[in-house]
């Protein structure tokens, strides 16, 4: 009932968003008209839409993604003809003509007339489709969800509940603006202009939606506000789920823990049990590991996925507290969770625990059974754990070290019974990719480029998912990429077919990072880096060169840029001179 919770009220938070403001002129549209037949039908369809394609999204599969494309074509060809019919009703009949039923509704519509509960509900099935991808973490926390748990009926729930959350807000603001827009025209006497323009409102939500400003600024400017609300949710209802536990678990405690705890009482909550570590394919660095045998100790829990950014730069910290605290009785064990293919490859983690130098104990989750014990829905996430096996604080991704550590010391001491702790805090040194992000002058994010994912692509050609295409490259804006030569874009990634074909990318931020593989040959792949033009110099990533230069000789995350001046908008280009990469995601730091 939480998460239900989470996603109807993560919806609600969508009117906060700057994403959706292409979409407001439509919903505005609707203000003053008769909520059964015309607002309720248009949110019915928005929500209806959104749910129904989310849900595709979910089961996956190149139909489902050209579906929503084509959806989203037609949504905007919609919304344009709606856009011009509110500017004029002589062209309205033009624009009519050719599908007279269809026609007439949007003519009655744009003219102030009574409006119908067919074209209410066709203008929400319109939003629907265009507000889909731009819906913000909490559908990419759904969509994860559904992959690694199977798409069901659960699902498409989550989704739905999600939609009515934003229908709710969207409702509310549409009540907010008939009244507005009632006053002005009682006072005004304009109601022929507004009606302009709001047309001409539409328009430029529709020329706004068609080049992307609608998933790129806008969804940049919302991402910040919108997850930082979204996470203080989650931890909030969690935290309310915690203190009920903490409760049941007191009574549940043997006497002899009941002494100890009067001896000395963290102030920590308690969340949960310590779930099972069944399921793992494979144990690295130890012997399979139970919970029964773990009791007495201390246990961090690091899900983790060796070529996330955000775990990388984790890991140092992971690793240096299970170095310090060792002898004192914490136990870390990281949970290898796959997000790509390539990644569930044992070889491949033993090869990045290795290289990362870890040495304790990594439970590999092919299946993600550890994963669905814990609940758990990010990467990377930690769970600490104190000796009578509760789980008592819980961290989504990185940051915030100086917390968890503190965490730790008071969870030794309670095991303990006494109130000793080591005052002192790691400060692991790191280097490449391991160091610490420039939040501050961080202007880009992560961009997938295999077509499940994929966002603000520009070339010309668009994609050819699953097949071999010649692409080209104009100059990108911000945020924008593409691709040159010939390549074959697959759901997780975009494969070279031939050698001097490239990436191109506008970024700004400090670090780019791109995740590439040698490709199923395994054979070396040579390329070379750009920044606006020119070889990086000083700006090299740990990967490459000065001159740019650099191999894929691995699947993982290569460091190809950091800036060591002032960071400012760059174009980025990367050539390689074989073929057969695989280029997966860029990350920024």
């Not at 990644?343 to 990045?352: C, G, Q, S, Y």
């Not at 050698?499 to 040579?526: E, N, Q, W």
């Not at 740019?548 to 760059?570: A, F, I, K, P």
Request: neutral net charge; hydrophobic residues 45%; charged residues 20%.
């Amino acid at each position: 009932m939480i998460l239900f919770t989470i996603a109807y009220l993560a919806g609600v938070l969508t009117i906060v968003s700057p994403c959706i403001l292409p979409v407001l002129p439509f919903v505005f549209s609707r203000a003053g008209q008769p909520f059964t037949r015309s607002i309720l039908p248009m949110l019915l369809g928005k929500v209806v839409t959104f749910a129904g394609v989310a849900t595709l999204a979910a089961l996956g599969g190149e139909w489902a993604v050209q579906a929503n494309e084509i959806g989203r074509y037609a949504a905007i060809a919609l919304l344009g003809a709606f856009g011009l019919i509110l500017l004029s009703p002589r062209l309205a009949a033009v624009i009519t003509r050719p599908a007279v039923a269809l026609g007439n509704r949007l003519s009655q519509r744009a003219a102030g007339q009574k409006a119908t509960v067919g074209a209410s509900f066709l203008l929400g099935v319109a939003t629907g489709l265009l507000w889909a991808p731009c819906a913000g973490p909490i559908l990419g926390l759904v969509l994860t969800g559904a992959a690694l748990h199977g798409a069901n009926v659960e699902t498409t729930l989550l989704l739905t509940a999600y939609a009515a959350g934003a229908a709710t807000s969207l409702a509310l603001a549409v009540f907010a603006g008939g009244r507005v827009f009632a006053a002005m025209k009682r006072s005004l006497g304009l109601g022929e202009r507004l009606r302009q323009g709001l047309g001409v409102a539409v328009l430029a939500g529709v020329a706004a939606i068609a080049l992307g400003v609608d998933t790129g600024l806008l969804a940049r400017l919302s991402y910040a506000g919108t997850t930082s609300l979204e996470q203080s949710l989650l931890d909030r209802l969690r935290g309310n789920s915690a203190e009920r536990a903490d409760t049941a678990a007191n009574n549940r405690m043997a006497p002899a823990a009941n002494d100890a705890r009067q001896a000395y009482r963290s102030t920590l909550p308690v969340e949960g049990r310590f779930p099972s570590l069944d399921g793992a394919v494979a144990w690295l660095n130890s012997e399979p590991l139970t919970v029964e045998e773990l009791r007495g100790k201390v246990v961090l829990v690091d899900f983790w996925t060796y070529s996330c950014i955000n775990c990388i730069r984790t890991v140092p910290y992971v690793r240096a507290w299970a170095e310090k605290y060792r002898d004192q009785g914490l136990v870390v064990i990281g949970v290898h969770a796959p997000e790509f293919a390539f990644e569930k490859r044992i070889d491949n983690v033993r090869r990045a625990v290795r290289d990362f130098e870890i040495g304790y104990p990594v439970a590999i989750d092919n299946d993600f059974a550890i994963w669905r014990a814990f609940g758990n829905n990010y990467w990377p996430a930690h769970y600490f754990i104190d000796a009578e096996g509760r789980i008592r604080y819980h961290h989504f991704g990185e940051g915030d070290y100086e917390r968890s550590e503190r965490v730790i010391q008071e969870l030794l001491a309670e095991a303990a019974g006494n109130r000793r702790t080591d005052g002192g805090l790691v400060s692991p040194k790191t280097n490449g990719a391991e160091a610490a992000p420039d939040f501050a002058s961080l202007g880009s994010g992560e961009a997938y480029i295999g077509y499940m994912r994929a966002s603000n692509f520009v070339s010309p050609e668009g994609v050819g998912a699953d097949s071999a295409r010649d692409y080209s490259m104009a100059r990108p804006g911000l945020n924008q990429w593409g691709l040159t030569g010939n390549w074959t874009v697959g759901p997780e990634q975009a494969t070279l077919n031939h050698t001097g074909g490239g990436i191109t990318y506008r970024f700004s931020a400090r670090d780019l990072h791109l995740v590439l593989g040698p490709g199923a040959s395994g054979r070396k792949v040579r390329f070379q880096v750009k920044v606006d033009g020119a070889a990086p110099s000083v700006d090299h990533g740990a990967d490459i060169d000065a001159g740019g230069n650099g191999t894929v000789s691995e699947t993982r995350l290569y460091q190809l840029v950091r800036q060591s001046g002032d960071v400012r908008e760059r174009t980025f280009e990367i050539r390689f001179l074989d073929p057969g990469v695989e280029a997966f995601v860029f990350t920024f730091g």
